[in-house]
């Protein structure tokens, strides 16, 4: 059995890594604040068991008992891996950081950054005593490394949340029984993300009509396939702890 913990489950790639992770013998929890009816009907017609729970993950405090209640030490002694997959995210606000305020600031580090945090902690305080591979898998953006207009608040969680990455991995060298973890952009995907991108406000966000074109000209990805494509390479012995990686250029 392989366990998979997948944050934002309920819609678009995240609920894409769930399709693709559903199977076998699998146990799959999606955390998101919304529960998605088309998921449970997908369990129906798989082997794997499917757990949807309805939490909001800005509440920081409260993952450390998230997670030691959702993996179950039971199933951690029948698993072979486990899998976080940090997915969840948001995009507010988009515009300038003059326009934004402290709240809004607060709400979207809490959401792309300090969940991510908290949950990779106390993942690995849970599964220090597995014996199995662990991997823990944050989408990140290429707005990690490009700065946008309007996207200040944006792409400095994306960056934060790669340094993240690079220093759990380095933290991890020297164990007996390291965790495996990486910061993956999944390129321009299909979802309501996007959606919410070409119709925000171009005083806001100057690079809206490059996004247009995008979706006009049929250039999105599918996120079923850039799911499968990220748990593939995951686990690929080509990708290295810690690493930074564009799915588009892989």
């Known amino acids: 059995m392989n366990i998979y913990i997948i944050t934002g489950g309920s819609r678009g790639l995240g609920a894409a890594f769930v399709s693709a992770t559903l199977r076998d013998s699998n146990k799959v929890i999606s955390i998101a604040r919304t529960r998605n009816e088309e998921l449970d009907k997908l369990q129906s017609k798989r082997v794997g068991k499917f757990i949807q729970c309805q939490f909001d993950i800005s509440n920081i405090k409260e993952l450390d008992a998230l997670i030691d209640q959702i993996l179950d030490d039971n199933d951690i002694?029948?698993?072979?891996?486990?899998?976080?997959?940090?997915?969840?995210?948001?995009?507010?606000?988009?515009?300038?950081?003059?326009?934004?305020?402290?709240?809004?600031?607060?709400?979207?580090?809490?959401?792309?950054?300090?969940?991510?945090?908290?949950?990779?902690?106390?993942?690995?305080?849970?599964?220090?005593?597995?014996?199995?591979?662990k991997y823990i898998l944050n989408i990140s953006s290429g707005a990690g490394n490009t700065s946008y207009h309007g996207w200040a608040a944006y792409s400095t969680t994306k960056a934060a949340l790669n340094r993240f990455t690079q220093s759990v991995a380095f933290e991890e060298e020297g164990k007996d029984n390291p965790a495996k973890i990486i910061s993956l952009a999944p390129g321009v995907v299909d979802t309501d993300m996007q959606e919410e991108i070409r119709n925000s406000n171009e005083d806001n966000f100057k690079g809206i009509e490059r996004f247009r074109k995008l979706k006009n000209y049929g250039h999105l990805s599918n996120p079923n396939d850039v799911a499968y494509k990220a748990l593939q390479w995951l686990i690929d012995e080509q990708c290295e702890n810690g690493g930074i990686y564009d799915i588009r250029n892989l």
Do not use: D, W, Y
Not at 77 to 83: G, K, L, V
């Open 77 to 133: 002694i029948q698993a072979s891996t486990i899998t976080l997959i940090n997915n969840a995210g948001i995009l507010h606000p988009m515009k300038p950081a003059e326009s934004c305020t402290a709240e809004e600031f607060q709400h979207i580090l809490a959401v792309n950054t300090l969940a991510p945090m908290a949950l990779t902690a106390a993942f690995l305080r849970k599964t220090a005593k597995f014996g199995g591979e």
